[in-house]
């Protein structure tokens, strides 16, 4: 009996400082993220990590435990096949641990619902773990692995020697399964354990070190992330849809014109993971876009537009459906939901434009052929439509991909609406390409990629020239969403969000070439600015807002895993619903309550918009 005893607590013990190193290791990843946080904050993590931690063990130790029981604790074939079984979950655990790690340091988050979603797609899965220690994680795998596996097998399974009584037999099996049931549960609590247990800083970082990735597996597997029920309730849906209603609502249908006419062709340019970081123009790095600065000087750019997620299918939506990005999912995913949403291309499309895309990726990656047919696109190309001599991991090369669509341009009837996604800045940043700077660490990696985008654009913006549609065509140049590099921000903050955004062409009004707009807004707002601009009712697109429009309220608004930022001219707020509290505010000076009236129009636009989300196709 003693034995066992020893062998329980060595146990217990073993996975306590299994997940304690795991994530020392996940903090070490992220040493620029917390290398200006308190010590102390830093190391409260582990214990706020530690009900969780404790669930964690038991859920591991269950199966082993009832393997044992049911064997009398005699049986030779049971010991080995908890011994095996552990081994699995030791790896299982690092794994888990090292994938991690690479989602955050990408996209801020541990596994969720998202990224399992993306394992129908394994090669574009590991592009998105492009910005990540690829080789630093492998040796970190195999090391943390073949360690504690040697532990386990020299300290634990060795003293796997039981001798008890039969009475011992029966009331063990009973009461070790039941502590562990107790552990698994997080303790004799009304609740069982929840992933709010563990979040305790204003720093999202340490929110994620503090989250068992195997709890959060678990938990995951058992109840996936599909939204039956909106999540976000701050308080009555009425209230919150007045609100959101009178923040969508222009006082007058009116726009200031931009355009010569309202009938030109439009050419989307959407640039893979641009960041107004890397715009001069707008207060980001010199050098890195020249042929987009030069752009600037005879276009309208915008000095405040916001991407609304983070993921290129997120930025789609947004221009071409107008509806905001969830937290936690997207909705090009979901069968019968995306098929409720408007679609500016449809509409223009009835009112005789033509329609094309253009990627050079594939297009079966994030269900985006599927979204395209439906949002009737006449003519769709991706990867596999069009010759092309050079590839990353992911596609085309944008030079590759620029040439194409002129040369496809007999393809087009004017009027015309065409869309090209760029793809070369994609991580992970494996172009062949000129190392304008050095070719030494992910942000300059990324600067290189961006560098050659900007020449490839300039290049193709000459050559658009000679085309006979060129005078008669608007450019909207602007980025599918934003990154983290080269400045390595925080997934949360709102310059994660910043986005370039540039209408251009021979087609402005002279008045409006070379100006900076300074209103607010987001991808949502690009439906409702364009068709009032070519005089064509938008009532459908309800979160869309005319950017031209003076009477609206412009405001940005984007989401991230399990929260919202909201931009006004007046404020910056960003909150965090597992914190259940805003993380960041700009503006200090402003009055306590009109942060609080802010909060709850944030507030108010999240709950209506998943209120939909869920309601679509129910």
């Avoid at 679609?343 to 434009?353: A, K, R, Y």
Wanted: charged letters at 15%.
């Amino acid at each position: 009996m003693k034995n066992l005893i020893q062998y329980t607590l060595k146990l217990f013990g073993f996975w306590i400082i299994l997940f304690f190193v795991l994530r020392q290791v996940f903090l070490l990843f992220h040493f620029r993220h917390i290398a200006e946080i308190p010590m102390s904050e830093i190391l409260w993590s582990n214990w706020s990590a530690l009900s969780m931690d404790i669930s964690s063990a038991c859920y591991f130790m269950l199966i082993p435990a009832l393997m044992l029981s049911l064997t009398g604790f005699q049986s030779r074939t049971a010991k080995k096949a908890a011994f095996y079984f552990s081994v699995i979950l030791i790896l299982l655990s690092s794994f888990i641990n090292i994938v991690d790690i690479g989602l955050s340091l990408s996209w801020g988050s541990k596994i969720n619902g998202k990224a399992l979603s993306y394992l129908n797609y394994p090669k574009e899965a590991i592009g998105t773990m492009g910005s990540s220690p690829i080789v630093a994680l492998i040796i970190t795998f195999l090391s943390v692995s073949i360690l504690c596996i040697w532990v386990f097998k020299k300290f634990i399974h060795n003293n796997l020697d039981f001798n008890l009584s039969l009475a011992q037999k029966i009331i063990v099996p009973i009461l070790l399964l039941s502590l562990l049931g107790i552990g698994v549960r997080g303790g004799l609590y009304t609740y069982p354990i929840a992933k709010n247990r563990t979040y305790y800083s204003k720093h999202n970082v340490l929110n994620l070190a503090s989250t068992n990735g195997n709890w959060n597996m678990i938990n995951l597997l058992a109840s996936p992330d599909q939204y039956i029920k909106n999540p976000y309730f701050f308080m009555p849906l009425k209230e919150a849809q007045t609100i959101v209603e009178q923040l969508n609502r222009a006082q007058k249908d009116t726009t200031v014109k931009i355009l010569k006419h309202n009938r030109p062709n439009i050419v989307f340019i959407m640039l893979e993971s641009w960041t107004n970081d890397i715009i001069e123009p707008l207060g980001g790095e010199a050098g890195l876009t020249p042929s987009f600065n030069l752009l600037c000087k005879d276009g309208l750019l915008f000095k405040n537009m916001y991407a609304n997620g983070f993921r290129t299918e997120q930025g789609l939506i947004a221009y071409n459906g107008g509806f905001p990005a969830q937290p936690k999912t997207t909705i090009v995913r979901k069968f019968g939901k995306f098929e409720s949403l408007p679609g500016m291309v449809s509409i223009l499309v009835d009112h005789s434009f033509s329609s094309s895309f253009y990627y050079g990726s594939s297009l079966d990656f994030a269900n985006t052929i599927t979204y395209l047919h439906t949002a009737s696109f006449e003519r769709i190309i991706g990867r596999e439509d069009f010759d092309y001599e050079k590839e990353t991991v992911w596609g085309a090369y944008d030079e590759e991909l620029f040439r194409f669509f002129l040369e496809d341009s007999e393809n087009r009837q004017e009027p015309f609406i065409s869309m090209m996604i760029t793809l070369t800045s994609h991580e992970p940043y494996d172009a062949d390409i000129e190392h304008i700077f050095p070719h030494k660490g992910l942000p300059n990696k990324f600067r290189n990629t961006v560098y050659y985008t900007d020449q490839c654009l300039g290049t193709f913006m000459e050559n658009a020239q000679e085309q006979s549609w060129y005078k008669n065509t608007l450019f909207i140049i602007i980025a599918d969403h934003a990154h983290s590099l080269p400045q390595m921000r925080k997934y949360n903050e709102p310059e994660r969000h910043f986005i370039p955004c540039l209408f251009y062409g021979d087609i402005l009004k002279e008045e409006y070439r070379g100006i900076i707009s300074e209103t607010y807004g987001s991808q949502i707002d690009i439906p409702a600015t364009l068709l009032s601009q070519l005089d064509i009712p938008h009532d459908v697109f309800f979160w869309s807002k005319d950017l031209f429009n003076p009477t609206h309220s412009h405001f940005a608004y984007y989401t991230f895993n399990e929260g919202f930022g909201y931009i006004t001219p007046n404020q910056t707020l960003v909150w965090d619903q597992n914190l259940g509290q805003t993380i960041i505010i700009r503006n200090s000076d402003l009055p306590v309550i009109e942060n609080e009236r802010l909060l709850k129009q944030g507030k108010a636009i999240l709950q209506v918009m998943m209120e939909q989300y869920v309601g679509f196709n129910n």
